[in-house]
C-alpha cells in the first residue's frame, strides 16, 4: 500500500505543518510517512502545495507526487485539476471535490479556538483532524504527534484537531 | 521543537523512530557527535542545519561555540583554524557557498585536518536557481576531500556520524551530500541513536601558544610530496570507510548492490533520486529485464574496485556534467567501462519513476548512447 495525497493552501494557512503532522501521526502508528513542502519560495497568501507519501513499506521515491489518490483543500478558491478518489475539504456547505469527499468548516473551528497568526486563521490542527479521520489514524496518534510537533503551543491545536476529527461530514 | 522527545530513548543506546528531514537528521547526528566549534553562513537549501544547531546550542542541547561569519570562505577559514587547535569542528553549505569557500577545501585538505561538512546539494548560477543537482559537490573532486552521498535521511544521520569517525581517523575532511529539497525538506522517519565515537584525535595540534608556523611556503619536492601522501591515504580511507559501515547503519561501504547479481543491464546513479531508481527497477524486473542498481555511496574515493567488476551493459544516470558529458559517466569510463550516459534532474528538473522505467528501457533496448533528459 502506498498512498500518494497533495495539500492545495495558501502560504500562511499551515498545510506544511499539516503534511508533517498527519506524517507523524501515521509513523506513530507503526506506518512510513514522508511530509513534502512546494520546493522553493513560500509566499503568505499564494497557492502552495505540500505532499504526503503513506506506507506499510519503507518510502523510496521522493520524486513529486503528480497523480494523488487523494486531496486536501484548505481554501475552496483555489482552481483544481484533480481526478483524486477522495478529498477533504475546508468548506461551510457541502463541496464536492472527489468521489468521496469529506468536509468541514476548519476556519470556523480555528477561529473558535483562537489559532491564528498575523491574523489569520491557521487551520492546520483542524484539517489534521478532518485527514486523519479520512485516512482511519486513531485520534490517539494525531494526538501524540501535535504535542511532539508543537510542543507547549499544543493546547488549542489538539481542541481544534479534536472537534474537527469528531465533526468532519461525508458527501 | 521535540525536544524531549529527541533526548530521551537514544542515550542508552536505544533506537528512536522519530520524522526529520536530512538537514534536521543531520544536525541530529552533529548533536550526537558534540563538536566544539560550529562556523557558517546560510544558504538555501542548507540553512535549517545550522538553524537546528544553533537552536540547540541555545537551549543548551549542545555544547559549542557557534562562530556567525560574513562569508562561507571565512566559516572554512573558521573551521581550519579551530581545527588545527584541535577543536572537533563542523560546517554546512550549498551551491555558490560551496564554491565561495573553495579555496579553503584546498587550504583544510591539504593541511590534513579532520572537519566535517554537509552539503545541500544544489545547483549554481547562472541562470539563478535553488534547486537541487550535483554540479556543486563535484566541485570537491580534486580538493583531496572524503565526498559521500546518501540516499536517505537515515543514511544522512548514520553517514555524518561516520564522518567524524573517518575524518579524524585519517586525517582528511569528509563531506556528507544530500539532495536539496527532495532530502534536505522532506521529512521522513528516521531511528535515531547514539554510536560510541572516539575522543578527536588528529595528525597535529597547534595552539596560539606553541612557537611553530604551519603550511610554509615549500620549495623542492614537498609540496608533490604532501599532495601525494594525501592522494594515497584517500585511496586507503576506503578501508576504513568499509571497515566502519557496520557500526554507522550497515549501508554498504563504497557502494549499495540493488538486484546485482544477476542483471545483464547495470545502471550506475549516486544520491536521493536512487530510490526511485529503484521502484522502476522493480517494475522493469516485473516486466522480465535483468536490471540492477550500482548506487555509488562514495564520489571519493571514487569505488573504482565496484565498478570494474560490473559485467554487461552500463548505463550512468548522471546529475552533473562536466562537458556534454556527466561527471560520473567520466569517472565511470576512467575504471575501463564503456558505460552510456544520460544526464537528468539538473537544476531541479523532477525525474520519477515513470520518468525512470522510460531510460532504463531506451538502455535496455539500445536506444542510448550519451543524452540529456529535458
Redesign the interface.
Known sequence: MLLEITIYCRGGQGGVTSARLIATAAMLKGLYAQAIPQFGPERRGATVNAYLRISDNPIRRRSSIRNPQGIVVFDKRIELNSNAQFGVINSADPAKIAEKTYYLDATRIAEKHGLFHAGWAVISAPMSGAIAKALEIEFRYLKEAILRELGERAEKSLEAAKEAYEVVEWI | ???D?QTKGHRDGTRV???LTSNEAIAEAVRIAEPEVIAAYPITPQSPIVERLAEMIASGDLRASFVRVESEHSAMAVIHGAATAGARVFTATSSHGLAYMYEMCWWIAGSRLPAVMAVATRSIGAPWN??GDHTDIVLLRDTGWIIGMAETAQEAFDMTLQAFFVSEEVNIPFAVGID????S?????VEIWNPKIPERRQAYRVLPTDRFAVNAVTMGKARMKARYDLAVDLENSAKIIEKSDAEFGNHGGLVEKYRLDDADYVVVMMG??C??A??AIDVLRGEGYKIGLLRLRFLRPFPKKAVKELSGEVLVVDKGNSDIRGVLGIEVSSCGIEAKNVVAGIG?V??????FCRIFKNFVEGRIELEWYL
Open positions: 521543537m521535540q525536544g522527545l523512530r522519530v520524522l535553488i534547486h536539496a529539497f527532495t532530502m525538506h522532506t521529512a521522513e522517519v536521493g533520486w530510490g526511485d529503484k521502484d531541479g523532477d525525474v520519477g519513476v515513470e520518468d
